[in-house]
């Protein structure tokens, strides 16, 4: 899915850059510009940063069920 209209970058983009390191939303802008115009792709982003560090926290695949919000 497109997240970003304006650099006309994808999830899956950007999933592969915080996969690879990027743990900011400036680290993901330098990286595919996603943010730098009209900004309407800044929430999705961050979240879509914190998913892969909520993720990484838990041990779990990003997207797979996290036991800690199971218990929660």
């Known amino acids: 899915m497109i997240i970003c209209i304006c650099r006309a970058v994808s999830d899956r983009q950007i999933r592969a850059v915080v996969s690879q390191g990027a743990h900011s939303m400036a680290q993901v802008r330098a990286e595919l510009g996603t ?38």
Not at 43 to 69: D, F, N, T, Y
């Open 35 to 72: 943010g730098g115009c009209c900004g309407k792709c800044t929430r999705q982003v961050r979240e879509l940063i914190e998913e892969h560090s909520a993720a990484q926290q838990c041990g779990q695949a990003v997207g797979a069920a996290c036991a800690c919000a199971l218990a929660a």
